[in-house]
């Protein structure tokens, strides 16, 4: 077994209840035989870190024990389990976007290539795991590490956990072709890198839709080809009836037809909102696709049926990332087709973390500046 400058300590940043975390030192993970150390290099902050500070739990995940935090991260390999293949992959040294997700690889869908949606998942800071990638030091098997090239930055490395969720909706699941037209609701950002995603791939048209200007805004400048601010509910109208209402005003308003070329093949919702869910399934074209990628508050919405039935519609669920989504995120941002920096709007040192989980949670810092994605480095 080979060693590369491993340090003794192993500071981590520990969440112990709702809105209570601390910084812990842990002790180093010893690896397996498949298995690398990799000293974390940069962690980014999903909304589902900050969930869990906020509430304990999310669905069916629940707090139980004290669990660190992070699992969009990046790192360099600092020590090799002896099994680990000599093909010159993952070597040591190796800079590499770390895929936090173990399955089990014996189950049904394991051996059926939805590794994914595996039963006995082992996923880092989500319940009953204890450990998050926001420490030092962090155990993996070597094929869930994706060698970063050289003009792929260890911040885009991060940022490759959430590329990937944008890769599984929109190329694994959604099937988007060049020249299609596909509508984002939520420009948040997954929202966001949804539409790089379309954009990488050649997409005709990318509407995003978005109830803050600010965000359409941004999502214009980045990977928007179209954007649209739904106007307010009417007092006494029905969600059903607002829904069509505003799915008639898109179309109107950006010159979209309802079928045939130039018609919407795809819908991404990427905000959990039920009235976006709604009006998704309303604009798809006959035999479009929608994605359900966002989790809201309330999972529990009308679905309008008749449009589903009606128009043979694919409607889906996507759950985080699976074979292959995690290498073409590196291909795009290696090739230039996506660039990650604009989105990266806040950096801090690990020592800064909760300063950085507050900044995430009010959704802006002091001086009023939005936030996007905010990086934290790893222990110094």
């Given at each position: 077994?080979?060693?590369?400058?491993?340090?003794?300590?192993?500071?981590?940043?520990?969440?112990?209840?709702?809105?209570?975390?601390?910084?812990?030192?842990?002790?180093?993970?010893?690896?397996?035989?498949?298995?690398?150390?990799?000293?974390?290099?940069?962690?980014?902050?999903?909304?589902?870190?900050?969930?869990?500070?906020?509430?304990?739990?999310?669905g069916d995940f629940v707090l139980k024990?004290?669990?660190?935090?992070?699992?969009?991260?990046?790192?360099?390999?600092?020590?090799?389990?002896?099994?680990?293949?000599?093909?010159?992959?993952?070597?040591?040294?190796?800079?590499?976007?770390?895929?936090?997700?173990?399955?089990?690889?014996?189950?049904?869908?394991?051996?059926?290539?939805?590794?994914?949606?595996?039963?006995?998942?082992?996923?880092?800071?989500?319940?009953?795991?204890?450990?998050?990638?926001?420490?030092?030091?962090?155990?993996?098997?070597?094929?869930?590490?994706?060698?970063?090239?050289?003009?792929?930055?260890?911040?885009?490395?991060?940022?490759?956990?959430?590329?990937?969720?944008?890769?599984?909706?929109?190329?694994?699941?959604?099937?988007?072709?060049?020249?299609?037209?596909?509508?984002?609701?939520?420009?948040?950002?997954?929202?966001?890198?949804?539409?790089?995603?379309?954009?990488?791939?050649?997409?005709?048209?990318?509407?995003?839709?978005?109830?803050?200007?600010?965000?359409?805004?941004?999502?214009?400048?980045?990977a928007a080809s179209d954007i649209f601010?739904?106007?307010?509910?009417?007092?006494?109208?029905?969600?059903?009836?607002?829904?069509?209402?505003?799915?008639?005003?898109?179309?109107?308003?950006?010159?979209?037809?309802?079928?045939?070329?130039?018609?919407?093949?795809?819908?991404?919702?990427?905000?959990?909102?039920?009235?976006?869910?709604?009006?998704?399934?309303?604009?798809?074209?006959?035999?479009?696709?929608?994605?359900?990628?966002?989790?809201?508050?309330?999972?529990?919405?009308?679905?309008?049926?008749?449009?589903?039935?009606?128009?043979?519609?694919?409607?889906?669920?996507?759950?985080?990332?699976?074979?292959?989504?995690?290498?073409?995120?590196?291909?795009?941002?290696?090739?230039?087709?996506?660039?990650?920096?604009?989105?990266?709007?806040?950096?801090?040192?690990?020592?800064?973390?909760?300063?950085?989980?507050?900044?995430?949670?009010?959704?802006?810092?002091?001086?009023?500046?939005?936030?996007?994605?905010?990086?934290?480095?790893?222990?110094?």
């Open positions: 077994m080979s060693n590369y400058e491993i340090k003794s300590d192993n500071p981590s940043f520990v969440l112990h209840g709702i809105e209570d975390v601390k910084f812990e030192n842990r002790p180093v993970p010893e690896i397996k035989n498949d298995e690398c150390l990799i000293a974390v290099s940069k962690t980014g902050i999903c909304g589902s870190d900050v969930h869990y500070l906020c509430h304990g739990r999310i024990e004290p669990m660190c935090l992070g699992h969009e991260s990046s790192g360099t390999v600092v020590k090799l389990g002896p099994g680990v293949k000599n093909d010159g992959r993952i070597n040591l040294g190796s800079r590499v976007a770390m895929e936090p997700g173990v399955s089990c690889r014996t189950c049904t869908e394991c051996k059926s290539g939805m590794y994914e949606l595996c039963p006995h998942m082992s996923f880092a800071a989500t319940p009953p795991i204890i450990y998050g990638t926001l420490c030092r030091y962090y155990v993996l098997p070597a094929d869930m590490l994706h060698p970063l090239p050289d003009s792929v930055t260890d911040e885009d490395g991060a940022m490759m956990e959430p590329l990937s969720v944008g890769v599984h909706s929109v190329h694994s699941l959604g099937k988007l072709q060049s020249d299609q037209v596909v509508i984002v609701f939520g420009a948040g950002p997954v929202g966001l890198l949804c539409m790089a995603v379309a954009k990488a791939l050649g997409a005709r048209r990318i509407i995003a839709v978005d109830i803050q200007q600010e965000r359409l805004d941004f999502a214009r400048s980045y601010l739904p106007g307010a509910r009417d007092p006494n109208e029905s969600m059903e009836v607002y829904c069509a209402r505003v799915s008639d005003e898109i179309r109107t308003t950006l010159n979209i037809p309802a079928r045939d070329h130039g018609a919407v093949d795809l819908a991404i919702e990427a905000s959990g909102a039920p009235t976006c869910i709604q009006m998704g399934i309303n604009i798809l074209k006959p035999a479009g696709t929608y994605v359900q990628v966002g989790m809201g508050r309330n999972m529990n919405v009308p679905l309008p049926l008749f449009h589903v039935i009606n128009k043979q519609l694919k409607v889906l669920g996507s759950f985080r990332y699976g074979p292959g989504d995690y290498p073409l995120a590196v291909s795009l941002v290696e090739r230039g087709l996506i660039d990650l920096k604009p989105l990266v709007t806040h950096r801090f040192g690990f020592e800064q973390a909760k300063e950085a989980f507050e900044v995430n949670k009010l959704g802006r810092d002091e001086s009023g500046k939005g936030v996007i994605k905010a990086i934290i480095s790893g222990p110094e």
